[in-house]
């Protein structure tokens, strides 16, 4: 370091300043995005140190505040962020954590047992990433304070008051300058806090929102645990047996904790986390929950007689057809790999939840014998489906790229076979299918008609979802396969546009087909390769120039616009009544068009809205829609 500077700075300060300065300059970096997700992650980061605090098992208590001028307080009835002098750098061990990269998660070495490390970018990126911060520490009977602006402390902590009470209150503004805008989602918080208090069980986290006049407010504990996270998972659905089956215990440092329940549609949800965290990729705890289950329910088949000896094993996927089940395991060190750093790798794990699953699930059978039958039961049922559905499958694989006679009759198909620049049009009806294949550009765009409605897959088997014409083609043209055969390579078109009408009907069509996609397909939706074409609904002319209208609510305000005098209008009133050309130059041309992308932003809450939509409780959907009616858009994205 410079001397001249040393004079002025110790070491330190500049190290922190240099730090600060980092995270200003790139804060994609430590927070992934300067948009709303990284906005929210920002949020998060405080809460996760109040919910490690809680984990090493000091506070029952987190409240997160949306305040009025939009700033966030996140507080807690921990143990309090320590504030003596911290020995080497010769200020509180607070400031230490609020100013220094990385001195977060670590610090302290013995008080935590379990740490949430995936996202632990710590406070100090908060505060920089802050217009001001300011914090307030109760422990060793004192309040103490501390502001700071831009991540520089304005003066050192003081003890302001007394108080019988410890705890950690963060209250920070997010720096309006680093973020787009500073717009939180409520839904989006409520969400992870209420999966935090599934997690933890106990404890009590609080959502207010104070932004409105008529003040929002949400409290989540659930003494269940992830208990009661499956029976949220399954409200909409019969759950069998009635409560979720339910193990928890620690082994060697490894603190397990398993519900399931099976229901009555098909799709197999496992959600599975570490310390808190999702690991969407799975891992050895998930892995070691899939080859207990499956061992378990064949020997107990097998003892049963319920699979004769001259008989296979029944497969895993047969036994879990229809589970619900979450994992959450905590551990000390956790190791995530995998491409998005969600995948659980510590080998030790998948022993440990293996044998406490052998011992506890085994005992659970042993207990409820009548239980134990009906799981068998099922997925002897499931697996003859599979046979059928397998002998389906068959006929909808494409063997190899050039045996085009396998593409179905229906699809009309492009000339390129460069997936990249393809697309396919699915199109509801005959006649609009008829008009799309005149009016599209032959070399790269498909269009493969649907005929009625297809077969709501949320109420039905795989084989008899196979069976369905109209799917077999869809799944033949878009080439991937689906479910364990999925492979994202065969994909023949990277659009996969879902065209109809703009009505009930056309939007009930929309619906099945997303939730095929969504059950069988789901890389399709996350990976973006999914859209809905925006079809016009109004055809206007006047003086030989031509609108067109997209939305119902465009056309009072238009119309008054150009006056009606002189002016011809055409009502939409589904796409077959669209000529090539108007098809053309409204919806297909990739110049002129608008096309919505389909976005998952919580699987979760995703599948509950298909359950919600598709499934067969009738009260959830007529709430949901009477919810929702106003905001219809939004449910498609
Ligand atoms: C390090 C050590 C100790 C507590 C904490 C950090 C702590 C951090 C945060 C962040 C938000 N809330 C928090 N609560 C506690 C333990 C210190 C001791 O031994 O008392």
């Known amino acids: 370091m410079n001397d001249k500077i040393a004079g002025v700075y110790d070491e330190h300060q500049i190290q922190v300043l240099e730090g600060l300065e980092a995270v200003r300059k790139r804060p994609s970096m430590y927070i992934g995005s300067t948009e709303s997700r990284g906005l929210h992650h920002l949020i998060f980061e405080v809460v996760d140190n109040s919910i490690d605090e809680a984990m090493a098992g000091f506070g029952k208590n987190i409240d997160l505040v949306i305040n009025k001028d939009r700033s966030i307080t996140v507080s807690d009835d921990g143990r309090g962020i320590p504030v ?52 307030e520490v109760e422990r060793e009977g004192k309040l103490f304070r501390q502001r700071y602006k831009q991540g520089i402390p304005e003066s050192p902590l003081k003890s302001v008051g007394k108080s ?102 098909y799709n197999e949800v496992i959600y599975s986390f570490a310390n808190n965290i999702r690991t969407q990729e799975g891992g050895t705890h998930e892995l070691a929950f899939k080859s207990a289950l499956t061992r378990l329910v064949n020997e107990y088949a097998r003892r049963l007689n319920i699979i004769k000896d001259n008989q296979d094993n029944l497969q895993g996927e047969d036994i879990r057809e229809s589970i619900t089940a979450v994992i959450s395991v905590k551990i000390l060190n956790p190791q995530f790999e995998g491409q998005t750093k969600t995948r659980l790798g510590n080998a030790e794990v998948r022993g440990i939840v293996e044998g406490i699953l052998m011992s506890e699930l085994g005992y659970y059978f042993e207990q409820n014998p009548a239980v134990a039958k009906l799981i068998c039961e099922k997925a002897v049922q499931a697996s003859r489906a599979r046979d059928a559905a397998r002998k389906a499958r068959e006929l909808t694989r494409r063997k190899n790229a050039l045996e085009v006679s396998h593409l179905p009759g229906k ?26 294949k005149q009016g599209r550009d032959r070399h790269f765009q498909a269009v493969l008609p649907l005929r009625g409605k297809i077969l709501n897959v949320e109420k039905a088997r795989l084989d008899k979802i196979l069976a369905n014409v109209e799917i077999r083609a869809l799944i033949t043209a878009l080439g991937t396969g689906i479910g364990d055969d999925f492979n994202i390579e065969k994909l023949r078109y990277h659009k996969v546009i879902i065209m109809t009408d703009a009505d009930v009907d056309g939007s009930h069509i929309r619906t099945l087909l997303l939730t095929f996609l969504f059950r069988y397909m789901e890389p399709l939706i996350s990976l973006g390769y999914i859209y809905i074409a925006q079809p016009p609904l109004y055809k206007i002319t006047k003086n030989k120039q031509v609108h067109y209208l997209y939305r119902e609510e465009e056309l009072d305000r238009f119309m008054q616009k150009i006056g009606r005098q002189g002016t011809s209008m055409q009502h939409f009133k589904g796409l077959g009544e669209m000529n090539p050309e108007q098809l053309w130059e409204t919806t297909l041309d990739r110049e002129s068009r608008t096309i919505l992308k389909v976005e998952l932003s919580d699987a979760i809450l995703a599948n509950d809205i298909f359950t919600i939509l598709m499934g067969d409780k009738v009260e959830p959907r007529r709430n949901f829609i009477e919810q929702h009616a106003l905001d219809v858009r939004n449910l498609d994205i």
């Open 411 to 436: 699809l009309a198909d492009c000339a390129s076979k460069d997936a990249s620049e393809s697309e396919i049009f699915i199109v509801e009806g005959d006649s609009a299918g008829g008009s799309a």
């Open 164 to 265: 019988a009470n410890t705890g950690t209150k963060i209250t920070f503004l997010p720096d309006g300058t680093i973020f787009d805008e500073i717009e939180y989602d409520y839904n989006l918080l409520a969400q992870r806090l209420r999966e935090l208090a599934f997690l933890n069980k106990g404890l009590k986290i609080q959502l207010t929102d104070r932004r409105h006049d008529a003040e929002k407010k949400d409290a989540f504990i659930f003494d269940g645990g992830i208990s009661s996270f499956v029976s949220f998972l399954n409200k909409n659905k019969e759950g069998f047996p009635p409560e979720p089956i339910y193990i928890e215990k620690e082994k060697e440092n490894c603190w397990t904790e398993i519900a399931l329940q099976y229901h009555t549609a």
């Open 84 to 135: 003596g002098e911290h020995p080497q750098q010769k200020k509180s061990a607070l400031e230490v954590v609020l100013t220094i990269l990385h001195a977060g998660g670590k610090f302290g070495g013995e008080g935590y047992k379990v740490a949430g490390g995936l996202h632990g970018v710590g406070l100090s990126v908060v505060n920089a990433l802050s217009s001001w911060l300011e914090v």
